[in-house]
């Protein structure tokens, strides 16, 4: 059976190009914040950089990591910087409602670390996950933004 092309659908409010810049621009922090954990070459320097800038601001030191957190930290890092890059790549309003739900998710986790002794310079990650995490959910919030979304069948290929 010959399927038609998709017709084209008019853009909905949900769809507006503020809050796919939104989506978008979250996707170009996480992969400026990230991809140095991708690898353990990358999270390295990047740990050494976190070590000077908390001795420069008076923080305690980052622990050494052992070969099991560095390979969660690289795991980490790998599939948030590919997260990343569908966003920028494929912005979609429904990838800022999950996007929004894992910064929730990190910034839980995150005081649950600080709350446990973890290093003080994870106050700052906090205090840009949380306002990300708010900024995408948001919307959501609305009923008329909800309902705006237009539900295609997904053609799955066999």
């Known amino acids: 059976m010959i399927e038609s092309p998709p017709r084209p659908r008019p853009a909905a409010e949900s769809d507006s190009p503020a809050y796919l810049r ?17 690898t353990p070459w990358t999270y390295a320097l990047l740990h050494g950089a976190a070590n000077a800038a908390s001795g420069a601001l008076g923080l305690s030191p ?5 070969p099991t957190q560095l390979l969660y930290a690289n795991l980490m890092g790998s599939v948030v910087t590919v997260w990343a890059l569908l966003r920028l790549v494929r912005p979609q309003r429904v990838h800022g409602l999950f996007d ?12 649950y670390a600080l709350a446990h002794g973890g290093p003080e310079l994870l ?30 069948p997904i053609a799955v290929p066999l």
Do not use: K, M
């Open 62 to 66: 980052l622990h050494e990591a052992n």
């Open 100 to 111: 929004g739900a894992a910064r929730l998710l990190f910034s839980a986790w995150f005081a």
């Open 22 to 38: 939104l989506v978008r621009s979250s996707a170009w922090y996480d992969l400026a914040v990230t991809i140095g954990f991708a």
């Open 123 to 152: 106050w700052a990650l906090l205090a840009l996950e949380v306002p990300w995490g708010v900024a995408q959910l948001a919307p959501w919030c609305s009923r008329r933004f909800r309902r705006s979304r237009r539900t295609r």
